[in-house]
């Protein structure tokens, strides 16, 4: 296949040091892993890393010969860009910053971020106002060090299709300001995935591959956890539009079994469902 498969990084056992993470990705046969920046102290404090903690883990990128090319950053649903709350908000803007440089260091080429205005608050038209505020705040800090940005489709409502990222994308009028599609949040949300994974296609700069059971009238849906092939993603439709489209950029295969009592065997199983469906879509 041409394009690069990538593994997120909560797939792999938690409690290993990153020169293991990084060869076990490269052992099972992934092209890059998908660094996890989410709303724990334990995962913001990377980035306040110092320079020689950073170089550590250069080091052990060169020395497995496999990449960090992508930044999962949910450290905005604890401190978004809409909460009410000064602080918070001032906090969202600090962690964004950090996060751009952090990436510019490493070589991470795409800070995915979370389509949250707020989560542990509730969304109305003045939080929403607000998140664009920061998005645009952001965006302009990472079109200086050329760091790309880029929105996920998300669990709530807020920004659950493409369409939805593109009306965001008006406001914030930028280049750096992409699209990484989620096809499982996608389809529980009951979007027809084709035909937004056609609109938003030249502002997509990767995708996230991952089942989910839908949405209804009396379920919230899940949105992780769910075993490939047990939920609702018809994967071969998905893929095969990509194809004609021509999409050559990368699938990340986004888990959670990283307190598994087998991480390594569920994360090869998984790796070996989603090339056959990419296989049978022509990839």
């Known amino acids: ?147 790309m940005l880029a929105m996920e489709t998300m669990d709530t409502a807020f920004i659950n299709s493409i369409t939805r990222y593109l009306e965001i994308h008006k406001d914030v009028n930028s280049p750096w300001f992409t699209v990484y599609p989620d096809l499982g949040n996608l389809s529980a949300w009951g979007n027809n995935v084709n035909e937004e994974l056609k609109k938003g296609f030249s502002k997509t700069v990767a995708v996230h591959v991952k089942d989910t059971l839908p949405v209804t009238k009396n379920f919230p849906g899940q949105f992780r956890d769910v075993p490939f092939g047990k939920g609702c993603v018809d994967f071969i439709s998905a893929f095969k539009t990509l194809k004609s489209l021509n999409y050559r950029g990368p699938f990340l295969i986004e888990m959670w079994s990283e307190k598994s009592q087998d991480p390594i065997s569920e994360v090869v199983a998984a790796k070996e469902w989603v090339l056959e469906r990419l296989s049978e879509a022509g990839f």
């Open 1 to 147: 296949m041409d394009n690069l498969l990538g593994i997120y990084e909560k797939a792999l056992p938690k409690d290993i040091s990153w020169e293991e993470r990084l060869r076990i990705s490269k052992d099972i046969g992934f092209d890059f892993i998908e660094v996890s920046i989410d709303e724990s102290y334990d995962r913001i404090s990377r980035l306040y890393w110092s320079k020689s903690q950073r170089l550590e883990l250069i080091k052990s990128i060169m020395h497995n010969d496999i990449p960090i090319m992508s930044m999962c950053f949910s450290a905005h649903r604890r401190f978004p860009f809409g909460s009410i709350v000064k602080e918070n908000r001032e906090k969202a803007f600090e962690l964004m910053e950090k996060a751009i440089l952090f990436a510019r260091d490493l070589g991470i080429r795409v800070i995915q971020m979370a389509g949250y205005d707020v989560y542990y608050e509730q969304s109305t038209a003045e939080t929403r106002q607000r998140f664009i505020e920061g998005l645009k705040k952001s965006v302009a800090l990472a079109e200086k060090y050329q760091v």
